[in-house]
């Protein structure tokens, strides 16, 4: 009797609401901790071969197939360095910052269509939502370098702060366009109104400035000015070790798949393609997008602060704007001629 | 137009991207070293009259001879060592012998663990008669090589 | 009211303030162990202080403990990254002293190495600044190039860095007969790489952007400082003393100098592709011309120059390298003074650092193109 009554409340238990979304939420959250693992033993890796490539050499190539282990020999060397905290720094900032960080980073992965109903969390305001975390990381890069007590993790700070909120403002405005044509900011119906023509085609312009402000929201060459590391020694990294560091590094690379992904998600059709299952399509476009985004990193030079400023309220907001208005006339344009709505 | 000289960049990296690659396999493949390459010093007790020239000659005075007094009442070599750690691989030495026992050879890989294993010591083409020579530390020999 | 006031005083302390930081001796871009006493407004420089002596070694003291020739691999380690041509200027010094007439091949065998010696210096101040500005990609295309240069100049004189190839009297070593159909090959594969490198490098719109009226040294500026070099010919001044004064074999070898008119660190990184092009120029005519004879002049066992002082200067691959040398007829120089034209160049900073920014402050540095060695001696 005891033992059944305990069943059915232990089934009870599990039954009640409120644990079956936690439980279904630690699942969740396993998947994309799991999938960013492997995700990011893969980026580093080809991080390392394309950029070796581009450079005349061949990378990592000793451990494993073609070096394919090299960055689990690197991850178990950061795990089990020392995790050092310098005397002077302010302790609670400087140890909290990585891990916020991170977790931003975390939190994109939960918008994100990796296939056909494949998504975490299906969002009616995806987009929203994606804007609005990619630019909390502002705030942790903060933190980081202010809490280090370092005059150049200081300077690498205010400049995160100073670039990542101008860039924000034409990064945002670059996708009102694809909103206005598909009138929704869930990440699925944009994808399905790609079924005939990839947004790229009918925002170029919109393109373009994304990829430059998507550029500054990930830190990267170009724009790479917070751990400029010819100037700034390491930027706002410059005073963190061990796995501080790791996470920072982590996270990084993290960043650059989940930006690849919003790209082809809004712009190249997302998932959708032809025979192959759409979780591949989807892998393929975002790691040729990540491969662009490492053409770009080992092609050019870095920027200068006032010229980046300037590229930014001058050239992207005018043309982000501009991309608005265009988008505007064109969707009359289109339902005059082909009668469809009022006006 | 702005943009065409990124672009043009652009093409030249991906060029390289599937260009040929210059990457050496260096520890499990020897790399191919001309063969007046000042590697590593290489010394012919055979050939030494035990003159000191070379010690002389050396601007940081690594070069160390010891020689002693055999039957004939001749100068012999006992030991001849250098310091690797405070050669300058300048050559002066090697032009100063006149009977041409010093010579450069090709062997760079001079990584050791401690200071007495940058000492490079031969020894001499008869022993010293009353005791055997003392051997200093992890000192490498190559004794008539 | 009192919690006004306090407010009030507030809103009064909220105000910036300038901020020293210490680039280096240890940062990733004061090439070596410059250090750099900055005061920044923001990410403005207010003011820029030359911190020296980090690699200080007494060269001109080794000088006199050591006899003529025992000092040449020595001069060598002054600019490093220019050996070949520290050890021209120092034994062409002795030989002005002792009145040696160097044979003729030799002097061409000196050409040709002093000219790989200069591009291996310049494709390392092309490569390093290419690195400063993060277009790594470019830093190393410009390596691997390097690495001939290197080859070849181990081919000649069994070194890569310090190679320790002029004696006083003439070279150590004749040419290896490996040497010509490598060097031919060198010929031909460097003017399509430097030309990629432009395109490359100057040609990048952002690139352009860092460096273009950055760090001006004006012509007037470059003489008041003393500024010599691809520097100041950078600024528009036509002063090369291979061409105004040529010593060794540059008087019967065709070949121009350079000259650019900004003076922006743009120019300075543009002179060096343009000089490049003329040592190949110059490599060419004399592995062509190079006569026949010895490579050694008659030179006594023990070198004892003259009683008596003498002072000799060339151009560097940084500017004007000079040696003041001063003999007592002994076998060691009595005093010997270095004028190395790093430590000259690198005292404009302070005039045209404030104002710039700090990524200005790197461009400017690097293209100025400053060895510690040579700085601290």
Same mark, same amino acid.
């Given at each position: 009797?005891?033992?059944?009554?305990?069943?059915?409340?232990?089934?009870?238990?599990?039954?009640?609401?409120?644990?079956?979304?936690?439980?279904?939420?630690?699942?969740?959250?396993?998947?994309?901790?799991?999938?960013?693992?492997?995700?990011?033993?893969?980026?580093?890796?080809?991080?390392?071969?394309?950029?070796?490539?581009?450079?005349?050499?061949?990378?990592?190539? !000793?451990?494993?197939?073609?070096?394919? %282990? $090299? @960055?689990?020999?690197?991850? =178990?060397? *950061?795990?089990?360095?020392?995790?050092?905290?310098?005397?002077?720094?302010?302790?609670?900032?400087?140890?909290?910052?990585?891990?916020?960080?991170?977790?931003?980073?975390?939190?994109?992965?939960?918008?994100?269509?990796?296939?056909?109903?494949?998504?975490?969390?299906?969002?009616?305001?995806?987009?929203?939502?994606?804007?609005?975390?990619?630019?909390?990381?502002?705030?942790?890069?903060?933190?980081?370098?202010?809490?280090?007590?370092?005059?150049?993790?200081?300077?690498?700070?205010?400049?995160?702060?100073?670039?990542?909120?101008?860039?924000?403002?034409?990064?945002?405005?670059?996708?009102?366009?694809?909103?206005?044509?598909?009138?929704?900011?869930?990440?699925?119906?944009?994808?399905?109104?790609? !079924?005939?023509?990839?947004?790229?085609? %009918? $925002? @170029?312009?919109?393109?373009? =400035?994304? *990829?430059?402000?998507?550029?500054?929201?990930?830190?990267?060459?170009?724009?790479?000015?917070?751990?400029?590391?010819?100037?700034?020694?390491?930027?706002?990294?410059?005073?963190?070790?061990?796995?501080?560091?790791?996470?920072?590094?982590?996270?990084?690379?993290?960043?650059?798949?989940?930006?690849?992904?919003?790209?082809?998600?809004?712009?190249?059709?997302?998932?959708?393609?032809?025979?192959?299952?759409?979780?591949?399509?989807?892998?393929?476009?975002?790691?040729?997008?990540?491969?662009?985004?490492?053409?770009?990193?080992?092609?050019?030079?870095?920027?200068?602060?006032?010229?980046?400023?300037?590229?930014?309220?001058?050239?992207?907001?005018?043309?982000?704007?501009?991309?608005?208005?265009?988008?505007?006339?064109?969707?009359?344009?289109?339902?005059?001629?082909?009668?469809?709505?009022?006006? | 137009?702005?943009?065409?000289?990124?672009?043009?960049?652009?093409?030249?990296?991906?060029?390289?991207?599937?260009?040929?690659?210059?990457?050496?396999?260096?520890?499990?493949?020897?790399?191919?070293?001309?063969?007046?390459?000042?590697?590593?010093?290489?010394?012919?007790?055979?050939?030494?009259?035990?003159?000191?020239?070379?010690?002389?000659?050396?601007?940081?005075?690594?070069?160390?001879?010891?020689?002693?007094?055999?039957?004939?009442?001749?100068?012999?070599?006992?030991?001849?060592?250098?310091?690797?750690?405070?050669?300058?691989?300048?050559?002066?030495?090697?032009?100063?012998?006149?009977?041409?026992?010093?010579?450069?050879?090709?062997?760079?890989?001079?990584?050791?663990?401690?200071?007495?294993?940058?000492?490079?010591?031969?020894?001499?083409?008869?022993?010293?008669?009353?005791?055997?020579?003392?051997?200093?530390?992890?000192?490498?020999?190559?004794?008539?090589? | 009211?009192?919690?006004?006031?306090?407010?009030?005083?507030?809103?009064?302390?909220?105000?910036?303030?300038?901020?020293?930081?210490?680039?280096?001796?240890?940062?990733?871009?004061?090439?070596?162990?410059?250090?750099?006493?900055?005061?920044?407004?923001?990410?403005?420089?207010?003011?820029?202080?030359?911190?020296?002596?980090?690699?200080?070694?007494?060269?001109?003291?080794?000088?006199?403990?050591?006899?003529?020739?025992?000092?040449?691999?020595?001069?060598?380690?002054?600019?490093?990254?220019?050996?070949?041509?520290?050890?021209?200027?120092?034994?062409?010094?002795?030989?002005?002293?002792?009145?040696?007439?160097?044979?003729?091949?030799?002097?061409?065998?000196?050409?040709?190495?002093?000219?790989?010696?200069?591009?291996?210096?310049?494709?390392?101040?092309?490569?390093?600044?290419?690195?400063?500005?993060?277009?790594?990609?470019?830093?190393?295309?410009?390596?691997?190039?390097?690495?001939?240069?290197?080859?070849?100049?181990?081919?000649?004189?069994?070194?890569?860095?310090?190679?320790?190839?002029?004696?006083?009297?003439?070279?150590?070593?004749?040419?290896?007969?490996?040497?010509?159909?490598?060097?031919?090959?060198?010929?031909?594969?460097?003017?399509?790489?430097?030309?990629?490198?432009?395109?490359?490098?100057?040609?990048?719109?952002?690139?352009?952007?860092?460096?273009?009226?950055?760090?001006?040294?004006?012509?007037?500026?470059?003489?008041?400082?003393?500024?010599?070099?691809?520097?100041?010919?950078?600024?528009?001044?036509?002063?090369?003393?291979?061409?105004?004064?040529?010593?060794?074999?540059?008087?019967?070898?065709?070949?121009?100098?350079?000259?650019?008119?900004?003076?922006?660190?743009?120019?300075?990184?543009?002179?060096?592709?343009?000089?490049?092009?003329?040592?190949?120029?110059?490599?060419?005519?004399?592995?062509?011309?190079?006569?026949?004879?010895?490579?050694?002049?008659?030179?006594?066992?023990?070198?004892?120059?003259?009683?008596?002082?003498?002072?000799?200067?060339?151009?560097?691959?940084?500017?004007?390298?000079?040696?003041?040398?001063?003999?007592?007829?002994?076998?060691?120089?009595?005093?010997?003074?270095?004028?190395?034209?790093?430590?000259?160049?690198?005292?404009?900073?302070?005039?045209?650092?404030?104002?710039?920014?700090?990524?200005?402050?790197?461009?400017?540095?690097?293209?100025?193109?400053?060895?510690?060695?040579?700085?601290?001696?």
């Amino acid at each position: 009797m005891d033992s059944n009554n305990n069943i059915t409340s232990i089934w009870d238990f599990f039954q009640n609401p409120i644990i079956m979304n936690l439980l279904i939420g630690v699942v969740y959250f396993a998947a994309i901790a799991a999938f960013i693992t492997v995700l990011v033993i893969i980026l580093m890796w080809m991080d390392r071969r394309v950029a070796a490539f581009f450079q005349e050499r061949l990378g990592p190539i !000793k451990y494993g197939p073609q070096g394919l %282990l $090299q @960055p689990v020999f690197d991850a =178990v060397k *950061m795990v089990s360095k020392g995790n050092i905290t310098p005397r002077n720094v302010d302790k609670l900032v400087y140890n909290l910052a990585p891990m916020l960080i991170f977790m931003t980073t975390l939190l994109v992965y939960a918008a994100l269509p990796y296939g056909k109903n494949l998504t975490v969390v299906n969002l009616n305001v995806g987009v929203l939502y994606l804007i609005a975390i990619s630019s909390t990381a502002t705030i942790a890069i903060l933190m980081g370098g202010w809490g280090s007590n370092n005059k150049y993790s200081l300077i690498g700070g205010m400049r995160t702060v100073a670039m990542i909120i101008s860039y924000e403002i034409p990064f945002a405005f670059s996708l009102l366009g694809i909103i206005m044509l598909t009138g929704s900011m869930n990440m699925t119906d944009i994808i399905n109104a790609q !079924k005939n023509v990839w947004f790229v085609f %009918l $925002q @170029p312009l919109a393109f373009v =400035v994304f *990829m430059i402000t998507a550029m500054a929201e990930l830190n990267k060459s170009p724009f790479d000015l917070p751990e400029a590391e010819s100037e700034l020694v390491a930027g706002f990294i410059t005073e963190y070790a061990g796995m501080k560091f790791g996470l920072v590094y982590l996270a990084e690379y993290a960043n650059m798949f989940s930006m690849a992904a919003i790209a082809v998600t809004l712009f190249f059709g997302g998932w959708q393609g032809p025979l192959l299952p759409s979780w591949l399509w989807f892998l393929i476009k975002t790691l040729l997008m990540v491969f662009f985004i490492m053409w770009i990193r080992w092609t050019l030079p870095r920027i200068r602060i006032d010229k980046m400023m300037k590229l930014n309220w001058k050239v992207l907001i005018p043309l982000s704007i501009l991309n608005i208005f265009l988008t505007g006339i064109g969707i009359k344009l289109y339902q005059y001629f082909t009668g469809m709505g009022g006006v | 137009m702005i943009g065409t000289g990124i672009l043009k960049g652009m093409g030249i990296t991906l060029k390289r991207f599937f260009s040929k690659k210059i990457t050496q396999d260096y520890p499990d493949v020897m790399p191919v070293i001309t063969p007046r390459s000042h590697g590593s010093l290489d010394f012919d007790a055979e050939k030494c009259i035990t003159c000191g020239i070379c010690a002389n000659e050396c601007p940081n005075s690594c070069i160390k001879l010891d020689t002693f007094k055999n039957e004939q009442g001749k100068k012999v070599l006992e030991k001849y060592s250098i310091n690797l750690g405070y050669c300058l691989f300048c050559g002066l030495c090697v032009n100063a012998c006149p009977k041409g026992a010093l010579s450069f050879k090709t062997d760079f890989e001079l990584a050791c663990f401690s200071r007495e294993g940058a000492i490079y010591t031969w020894k001499g083409k008869e022993p010293r008669p009353e005791e055997t020579p003392a051997q200093p530390g992890d000192a490498k020999t190559a004794a008539g090589e | 009211m009192s919690m006004d006031s306090d407010n009030l005083n507030l809103v009064d302390d909220l105000n910036t303030q300038e901020f020293t930081i210490n680039m280096g001796p240890y940062h990733p871009s004061t090439h070596g162990v410059f250090r750099a006493v900055l005061t920044l407004d923001g990410e403005v420089i207010v003011k820029e202080e030359n911190v020296l002596g980090y690699l200080h070694r007494g060269m001109d003291k080794i000088a006199e403990t050591r006899t003529y020739s025992q000092f040449v691999p020595y001069t060598a380690r002054l600019d490093y990254l220019a050996s070949a041509l520290n050890n021209m200027g120092y034994v062409q010094t002795v030989e002005k002293l002792m009145g040696i007439e160097v044979p003729e091949r030799a002097e061409y065998l000196r050409v040709i190495i002093a000219e790989l010696q200069r591009i291996a210096s310049h494709y390392l101040m092309l490569g390093s600044t290419t690195n400063d500005v993060n277009a790594v990609t470019g830093f190393l295309y410009y390596m691997h190039d390097r690495e001939k240069v290197l080859d070849l100049l181990e081919m000649v004189t069994g070194a890569r860095l310090t190679s320790n190839y002029m004696r006083i009297g003439g070279v150590i070593d004749d040419l290896p007969e490996e040497f010509f159909p490598k060097v031919k090959e060198f010929l031909a594969y460097l003017p399509g790489r430097l030309e990629m490198m432009e395109t490359l490098i100057l040609g990048n719109e952002i690139f352009q952007e860092r460096m273009k009226n950055v760090g001006v040294i004006t012509a007037q500026m470059a003489l008041d400082y003393g500024v010599t070099g691809p520097n100041l010919r950078a600024a528009g001044v036509r002063f090369d003393l291979r061409k105004v004064a040529p010593y060794s074999a540059y008087g019967k070898i065709d070949f121009e100098v350079p000259v650019l008119k900004n003076g922006d660190a743009f120019d300075r990184y543009q002179i060096r592709l343009m000089e490049i092009k003329q040592s190949l120029r110059i490599i060419e005519q004399a592995v062509q011309q190079l006569p026949e004879g010895p490579i050694m002049a008659k030179v006594p066992k023990l070198i004892k120059p003259p009683a008596g002082e003498v002072f000799h200067k060339m151009e560097g691959a940084r500017g004007i390298l000079g040696f003041h040398l001063v003999s007592d007829g002994g076998p060691k120089p009595y005093r010997l003074h270095i004028h190395g034209p790093s430590f000259v160049n690198i005292g404009i900073m302070p005039a045209i650092a404030p104002g710039m920014l700090l990524q200005d402050f790197l461009a400017a540095f690097a293209t100025i193109d400053v060895d510690m060695g040579e700085v601290d001696r």
